[in-house]
């Protein structure tokens, strides 16, 4: 299959699918939940509208996108497994495979540090990562660095954030047993073990983390493995989409990159008026990755 990749910047088939996630477009929306559990993604669809019939691909790589319409509005379920490492596959490359503005909510389990009840919704206002100093002496201990990294906190998308709690609000019983929660901060960590405060057999220097977590960020809510690098990877997406000349023709409108880029000399020739000078320019609007987060 390699033999077949073209462009070694963003590695493609042939007939144009992404390489890990096995897509192409017109098989993605715009419009994204992603989950982390094969059966969670397959019970999310049975709620799709019953024609067209739902498109569906498990990659050999291991996602599975299950692309349908609810109530007639096209939307994808793309199931990514687990941690940052996933989630870069994920974002990079649906983002490849669609146009405009690109809407992601994150659907999944998580830790909580707080006495909510089981039941409860999070919708975080903001997430950080929390990652093993890979310099820290684990070994034998290290009283010149710590052992765990905190990042600066990423919020998530403001309107997307607010429509989706308006939705859960007018669609879910409201209950002091089941509340959703939105003044929250999340935590996204580079091990289910180790940076979540875990004490296995290993010598992760960790036994304060959580303490830790909770002492230095305000309303420190809940831990889980995606939400932040989804968010991150949202706001620093330039707003411009690579071409794929084997695919999409050229098209003077169409989202494309000027470029001294010689792996994509097929790009150069949309150079002018297109759709990226046209976003320069602001005559159009920059598209976006929108991104927010449900977490149970
Ligand atoms: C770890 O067990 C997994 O569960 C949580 C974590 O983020 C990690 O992916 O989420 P999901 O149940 O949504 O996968």
Redesign the pocket.
Known sequence: MKDTLTDANFPRTADGRVYHLGIKSGEVANRIVT???IS?AEGISKYFDASPKPFSLYSERGFLTITGRYRGVPVSIVCI???GPNVDFFVREVRECVEGDVLII?????GCLTDLPVGSLILPKASVAVTRNLDFDFENGDHFSTPYRLSKPISADSDLLMTLQRALESTRPLAASNPIVTNAVNA?TDS?YSSQGRQTSFQDHNSGLIDHLKETIPNMTSL???TYWIFHLAASWKGFARPSPAVNPPLATGPVIPSNDESNPDGAKFLGDTFVSRVEKEEIPRPLIRAAAVQM
């Open positions: 989950v982390g559990s969670r497994g687990m941690g994150r659907l999944g389990s998580c996204s289910f889980e493995m995606e």
